[in-house]
């Protein structure tokens, strides 16, 4: 078998894209009125997918962890153990999280299926978003980790 090539991996993550936008907009994850209903607690929907979310990621990464899987250029995947803690850095991230997310009705993993189901506005916060990362890769060296 051939070793994939970029234009490869490009199109396998841009095919995965769009189908993990299309369970996104199929589940409903993508609906502003579904986030608000879970903000007032009016509906256990978004709970459930993000716990189901969570659960999911749990056992996969176990899996990763014991059977040594390779990522697609054939490197070993390894996750360090993350030391965890209650400082102000949580709280602040946190925070800056959830201000964004109120602010735009969308958390940043259904940006790009809501611009694809025709609200082109959120191009703003994808915009935003990756000023956001810029900003912080500049910043990062001064801040206290």
Known sequence: MKPATTTDRLLLYFLLGIGFGIV???AEVISWFRIQ????????????????AVLV????IALIRLASVSALNGEVIVIPPKAMGLGYRYGIGGTLF??????TGACPGPLFALIGSGVGVMAVA????VAGTWVYGL?????PH
């Open 24 to 26: 996104l907009t199929k």
């Open 37 to 52: 209903e879970m903000f007032r607690f009016h509906s256990f929907h978004m709970y459930g997918i993000i716990g189901s």
């Open 57 to 60: 990621s749990a056992v996969g």
């Open 98 to 103: 959830g201000l964004g997310w109120a602010l």
């Open 126 to 129: 994808v915009l935003s978003a």
């Open 139 to 143: 910043l990062r060296p001064r801040l």
